[in-house]
T-cell receptor, first 112, second 115 residues
Framework: SQQGEEDPQALSIQEGENATMNCSYKTSINNLQWYRQNSGRGLVHLILIRSNEREKHSGRLRVTLDTSKKSSSLLITASRAADTASYFCATVNAGNNRKLIWGLGTSLAVNP | GAGVSQSPSNKVTEKGKDVELRCDPI?????LYWYRQSLGQGLEFLIY????????KSGLPSDRFSAERTGGSVSTLTIQRTQQEDSAVYLCASSLMSGGGEKLFFGSGTQLSVL
């Protein structure tokens, strides 16, 4: 069964605005990852944050991790139409570092 | 080198027929995953191969589904006696350990339609 839950399920914003997506999980993790999926096909890895990290940046992406609340957020700044995609979080549970547990994703639409 | 390659890209079959889906992982990646994704849904884990270890088949939905990985590289997912509910995108991913975690590289998937 899926562990991660993304929130919101769908998000629609205007180009240039920031987009924030949240992910909650249930058990202790080794790391949490965010992926992007365009047009329902292959996923692309965006960023990995380890359980002992609290924040990580990659270009216009900012990921935070709060292990006490078992949650993570993905912030996309200055969004572009090309950011339109589905975004998934996936966790690697502590003690089981070989299998990712996936959320159901957030569908982001960036309107030009 | 090339990324993860899946074939065919699209497959339309009739109910009851068998289908075989292929995945070529990135060279040197020891772990390989198969996932299934129905329209608008998340990823459903099917099976995981890691080196020479016994595969984790815990996600296979029925005994009509099987997979093998030959020589630690190419993998095939076989669905026997396909049913309409098998229609989905089947995604393959291979992994490279990334600093305490696991980063997956995905293929573009096979869209399976069972009529």
């Amino acid at each position: 069964s899926q562990q991660g839950e993304e929130d919101p399920q769908a998000l629609s914003i205007q180009e240039g605005e920031n987009a924030t997506m949240n992910c909650s999980y249930k058990t202790s993790i080794n790391n949490l990852q965010w992926y992007r999926q365009n047009s329902g096909r292959g996923l692309v890895h965006l960023i990995l944050i380890r359980s002992n990290e609290r924040e990580k940046h990659s270009g216009r992406l900012r990921v935070t991790l709060d292990t006490s609340k078992k949650s993570s957020s993905l912030l996309i700044t200055a969004s572009r139409a090309a950011d339109t995609a589905s975004y998934f979080c996936a966790t690697v549970n502590a003690g089981n570092n070989r299998k990712l547990i996936w959320g159901l994703g957030t569908s982001l639409a960036v309107n030009p | 080198g090339a990324g993860v390659s899946q074939s065919p890209s699209n497959k339309v079959t009739e109910k009851g027929k068998d289908v075989e889906l292929r995945c070529d992982p990135i060279s040197g990646h020891t772990a390989l995953y198969w996932y299934r994704q129905s329209l608008g849904q998340g990823l459903e884990f099917l099976i995981y191969f890691q080196g020479n270890s016994a595969p984790d088949k815990s996600g296979l939905p029925s005994d009509r589904f099987s997979a093998e990985r030959t020589g630690g590289s190419v993998s095939t997912l076989t669905i026997q006696r396909t049913q309409q509910e098998d229609s989905a995108v089947y995604l393959c991913a291979s992994s490279l350990m990334s600093g305490g975690g696991e980063k997956l590289f995905f293929g573009s998937g096979t869209q399976l339609s069972v009529l």
